[in-house]
Every structure is written in C-alpha cells, then in structure tokens.
C-alpha cells in the first residue's frame, strides 16, 4: 500500500489482490506482498511496471556521493519518465537511524536503499522484510554466488579497498600495503581515515591481515593525519598535504586522476577486498512497484554502466560486460562476509587508531 495514500486500500490493490487470491490483511505491507506474487504470475514484469507507473515517484537512500546518485537517476527518469526519481544521501550510521525513526513513526519514506552495512541487512533479512528483484535483469546476475549470495541484497557497486599515492611525492611506484614504510623521508606524510563506524573498522582488520600483523603499529612512527573521510583525504593526497595512504577507493581518485590530478591508486599484491554496496528495497517501501523497477534498472547493463563504468567500479553481474570499469584482477580481491564483525570489531580499532595516533 501506498503510505501516502489517504484512501485506505486503493481500488487497484483489492483489484489485485482479488486477481491473486491474496489478502491484503498486513498494513502497510498489502501491495508490497501484491508485487512479489505479480511477479510469479501471468500479468508478470508487465503489471509491475505499471503498479511503478501509477505510484509515480520513487525516493532512493543512499551512501554514494550526489553526483553517483545524480548520473544513475537521470538514467532512470529518461527511461521511466513515468516515474519521478529523487534521492537522499545519507552517510554512515544516518542511514540506520533514519530508516529506524521512520520505520517505528509507522512513516517509512525511502523506497529503495543503497549502502554497506552488513549486521543492519542481515537483521532484515532474516526478519523476511526485504522484497527480492523479480525483473528481467535478474537474468544477467546467474551464477555470480560468490559475490551475490542472498537474492534481496544486490550488489551493484563493487570496488576495491587500494593504496593511494601521490606521484609527484612518491616516486618508485608502490606494489604492496609495506613498501612505503622503508621511505622515513615521508615522516608525517601519511594519512588514515577516522574509525567512524564499522565499515572502517573491518577495512582495518582485513589490510592487517593482508599486510602483516602490526601494520598499523609501523605507521605510527609516521605520525599519519587522521581525515574524518575519504573526500579530504584525497584531496589531502592530491594537495602533497600527504604523500599516501592505504585507505583509498578508485572511484574518489579517478575523476580527479583524469583532469591531472598528481595521484595514482595500486591493488596491493597481497591482496585487499571489495567494498560492495547493496541496492535493497522493504516491503513497507511507500512505491514498492517503483522500487522493484528502480532496482531493477540499477542490475540492468545500462545501470551498471552508469554505476561502475567510467573506472568507477566493477562490476560482478556475468551477464554484464562494461568496457569502461577498473582494470582489476579479481583474483587479488576477497569478498568478505562482513556480518562476521561488529561491535567488536569496532571497538577493537576506535581503541587501537586511538593509542596509536592521539
């Protein structure tokens, strides 16, 4: 049902619901039900669409920076121009707390969402609150287990964790976690992201265990600057306020790499792993319809191209082939269950960064 309906069950859900033999006897959750049973049925993908049309409008949370946002929407609008596409970013633990507060206010706003944390799905997906995709794309992600291994959370953005560095400073070019520690020239010119939330935390478990216990008991001597993200922290690499770091994605350094920008990124030899965010949508979603046809687009070839193509990412659909993603073997990348860390985890490395670095 859709939440920002004033009518109650609308005519076109009981009209389904009689069309289905279902019973629209969950609040809030009737049409969402209705969707995932269209798609098994005869009227299929076609009926989805236009449930999309008739609710008109889709709203998407997500981690990503605006302009990511920006360039997979436009896509969409010009696709479905049916459908008006917004979309909120939201960083860190903002996520949580707002589907939180929306979701006990009885008021769920967003429809679907994009971002990382792995203990928040996986609560959600044992609790059976998560719609799967049902559309034609769904085709092109078979046989990608290993990097899609639960059907409700689909990983459309996949990239590297990388070391970063800034060329002008850096002059023998790096190829593993360690081979600038030997450079003691480069004494306070490294830099590190805050332990912010877990994301951060299981980064630095996994590149320890990559690069060697005590890796970041090395760094210390270095007296790293700390960034509260990755933004200032690429924009602290490009400016030689630092000359590298082993917090970095590709897709914060190729924009600027392609105007000219003194900065280069490396896949460590011994290995790193994917930092992958989820596209997933709840069954309380206010557009279930729209969210099912925005997710599916976002699996489409067209929508991976927007999203890991340009160097941006990878992508791990078999059925999708883009010309333009990051060059990455992806034999040097794990992919880690991350529900495997938590408080712990997170707990473990605030101590640590903060005995090392304060």
């Known amino acids: 049902m859709n939440c920002n309906s004033s009518r109650g069950?609308?005519?076109?859900?009981?009209?389904?619901?009689?069309?289905?033999?279902?019973?629209?006897?969950?609040?809030?959750?009737?049409?969402?039900a209705d969707m995932a049973a269209v798609c098994k049925g005869g009227a299929g993908w076609n009926q989805v669409l236009q449930e999309?049309?008739?609710?008109?409008?889709?709203?998407?949370?997500?981690?990503?920076?605006?302009?990511?946002?920006?360039?997979l929407l436009a896509g969409f609008t010009k696709k479905y121009p049916e459908i008006k596409a917004n979309s909120i970013r939201l960083i860190g633990s903002?996520?949580?707390?707002?589907?939180e507060q929306e979701l006990k206010a009885g008021v769920p706003t967003g429809d679907m969402m994009v971002f990382t944390d792995p203990n928040w799905m996986a609560?959600?997906?044992?609790?059976?609150?998560?719609?799967?995709?049902?559309?034609?794309s769904l085709q092109l992600w078979q046989n990608a287990q290993?990097?899609?291994?639960?059907?409700?959370?689909?990983?459309?953005?996949?990239?590297?964790?990388?070391?970063?560095?800034?060329?002008?400073?850096?002059?023998?070019?790096p190829t593993d976690w360690n081979d600038l520690l030997a450079d003691k020239s480069l004494q306070g010119k490294v830099g590190l992201n805050e332990v912010s939330g877990v994301t951060v935390a299981i980064w630095a478990e996994i590149v320890e265990s990559r690069a060697g216990a005590g890796y970041f008991d090395k760094i210390a001597p270095f007296k790293p600057?700390?960034?509260?993200?990755?933004?200032?922290?690429?924009?602290?690499?490009?400016?030689?306020?630092?000359?590298?770091?082993?917090?970095?994605?590709?897709?914060?350094?190729?924009?600027?790499?392609?105007?000219?920008?003194?900065?280069?990124?490396?896949?460590?030899?011994?290995?790193?792993?994917?930092l992958q965010r989820f596209a997933l949508a709840l069954k309380q979603a206010p557009h279930p319809a729209a969210a099912l046809v925005l997710m599916d687009y976002a699996m489409s070839a067209e929508g991976q191209n927007l999203i890991n193509g340009n160097r941006q990412g990878v992508t791990v659909a078999p059925g999708v082939k883009l010309d333009t993603e990051?060059?990455?073997?992806?034999?040097?990348?794990?992919?880690?269950?991350?529900t495997k860390y938590g408080t712990e985890t997170l707990n473990k490395w605030t101590q640590k960064f903060n005995q090392l670095y304060r």
Do not use: H
């Open 94 to 99: 903002r996520m949580n707390e707002r589907i």
């Open 123 to 136: 609560e959600r997906l044992k609790a059976g609150a998560l719609m799967a995709p049902c559309g034609p």
């Open 146 to 173: 290993k990097f899609y291994p639960n059907r409700e959370l689909v990983p459309i953005v996949n990239e590297p964790w990388v070391l970063a560095y800034n060329t002008n400073l850096v002059k023998t070019k």
């Open 225 to 274: 600057r700390i960034y509260p993200n990755s933004a200032p922290l690429t924009q602290g690499i490009i400016a030689g306020e630092i000359a590298w770091s082993p917090y970095s994605l590709p897709s914060t350094i190729e924009p600027l790499r392609a105007k000219g920008a003194p900065i280069e990124w490396i896949v460590p030899n011994s290995g790193t792993f994917l």
């Open 52 to 71: 999309a049309k008739k609710e008109g409008e889709v709203l998407m949370y997500s981690t990503r920076a605006d302009a990511d946002n920006a360039r």
């Open 326 to 338: 990051l060059k990455v073997d992806l034999s040097k990348v794990a992919v880690v269950d991350q």
């Open 9 to 32: 069950i609308s005519t076109r859900s009981l009209f389904l619901a009689a069309l289905l033999g279902a019973t629209l006897s969950l609040p809030g959750m009737g049409l969402a």
